[in-house]
């Protein structure tokens, strides 16, 4: 199982209580992150001060894009081990009891991230569920939604 710990500017990747990887804010309020899990080392970077799209680099070089609006369309591209371009979207479920469900280009669900804590500290710990099928990179697809879901719900609070 995968779970997705909360401190402060950092998020830990634990996977049977080992963590594998992190997602760190250089500080509280950055739209920023860095990425490390396993050897490699990723950047999250806003494309732009006014833009709601961001780069996802490995030493400069793009690896992909994550995209989100206002109205709650998030999409991840990334390039696979094919230098394919894979499409995820993010879509949010629930009302009371909220997760958020990350399907392919064919609406496979991917995996379920379901936020447990408390709203007011805008910052949730995540529990993961994967579908049975998907093992390439499930993790990296889950701190990338992390990465997004927490800025989501950061900009609905801003208004």
Known sequence: ???IQSRKNTRTLLK????IGTLTFPKWHSSNAVLEIGQ????????????????????????????MNWKGYIKIHLKDFNKRIREF??????VFKSRY??????????MTLFP???????????????????????????????????LSIIHAAAG
């Not at 049977?16 to 963590?19: F, S």
């Not at 469900?101 to 991917?110: A, K, P």
């Open 1 to 3: 199982m995968l779970y």
């Open 16 to 19: 049977n209580d080992v963590a």
């Open 40 to 67: 490699e080392k990723l950047e999250l970077t806003q494309k732009s001060f006014w833009s709601s799209s961001y780069h996802v680099l490995k030493k400069g070089f793009s690896l992909g894009e994550i995209k």
């Open 89 to 94: 979207t993010i879509k949010h479920r629930g």
């Open 101 to 110: 469900e990350v399907v392919d280009e064919r609406d496979n669900v991917i």
């Open 116 to 150: 447990e804590g408390s709203w007011n500290q805008m910052r949730y710990d995540y529990r993961i569920e994967t579908s049975a099928g998907e093992s390439d990179n499930v993790e990296l697809l889950g701190l990338y939604a992390c990465f997004i879901i927490d």
